[in-house]
């Protein structure tokens, strides 16, 4: 069975600094989709990056990026720049591709903390 | 607007009491998903459909139940069997099987508590 595991419960950084949270993950799948939400105190869960596991370039999204490190089973997520409104929870996500199972798999989550 | 419509949004339930929380996706999505939320939790599987009339077992589907009669339509029962059902609820949709680097859309959840 699939596990997702965020090892970081909670971070602070200041305003416009740089934050990584990780995510490993253990599975014996060779294909399959890494995800990362972020739920802010509305609790509405919003995609903020995709990475497929067949691809070698990390994914980027603005200030959002990946650090994917497939034989070490590690997906971190960097956010540059950051901003009070990145406050929130951040869930990393896993997905196998085959067999078109679409069960999806989460981790505990880290919440993280913009100061101003 | 397409979305995922969850209702309702704050659910009370009495002790023996079974209640139903409304899911609802205009996405024509095939997939939809059933998650429990508590602190220091993260999201726990409940139950998943893939396809109309069909559906499986997540992690933690005890005390829960679910019905897929109609693509847009995912209800999940609580029933009294579920002893600690307080939780925050939140019900996703997918395009489905085969297209597996779509992500998911959640509605904006049911909170869920005991009287």
């Known amino acids: 069975a699939q596990t997702v595991t965020q090892s970081q419960p909670e971070m602070s950084v200041q305003e416009a600094e740089t934050v990584t949270l990780s995510c490993t993950y253990d599975?014996?799948?060779?294909?399959?989709?890494l995800f990362w939400y972020k739920q802010p105190p509305s609790r509405q869960m919003i995609l903020v990056i995709r990475?497929?596991?067949?691809?070698?370039q990390n994914a980027t999204e603005n200030r959002f990026s990946v650090n994917f490190q497939k034989a070490a089973k590690s997906f971190s997520l960097k956010i540059s720049d950051s901003q009070l409104g990145d406050t929130a929870m951040y869930f990393c996500?896993?997905?196998?591709?085959?067999?078109?199972?679409?069960?999806?798999?989460f981790g505990k989550g880290t919440r993280l903390h913009i100061l101003p | 607007d397409g979305g995922i419509t969850q209702s309702p949004k704050y659910l009370f339930r009495k002790e023996g009491q079974n209640v139903t929380l409304s899911c609802e996706q205009n996405?024509?999505?095939?997939?939809m998903y059933w998650y429990r939320q508590d602190p220091g939790q993260g999201l726990r599987l409940i139950y998943y459909?893939?396809?109309?009339?069909?559906?499986q077992k997540g992690d933690i589907a005890e005390g829960y139940s679910v019905s897929r009669e109609k693509k847009e339509s995912f209800p999940l029962t609580v029933t009294s069997a579920q002893k600690n059902p307080t939780a925050f609820y939140l019900c996703?949709?997918?395009?489905?099987?085969?297209?597996?680097?779509?992500?998911?859309?959640f509605g904006d959840g049911t909170r869920l508590s005991i009287l």
């Open positions: 996500a896993f997905m196998k591709l085959t067999s078109g199972d679409d069960k999806i798999i």
């Open positions: 996703a949709s997918r395009q489905g099987r085969w297209t597996n680097n779509q992500p998911q859309h």
């Open positions: 599975t014996s799948e060779n294909n399959y989709y």
């Open positions: 996405l024509n999505h095939d997939a």
């Open positions: 990475q497929e596991a067949y691809k070698q």
């Open positions: 459909s893939q396809i109309v009339n069909d559906f």
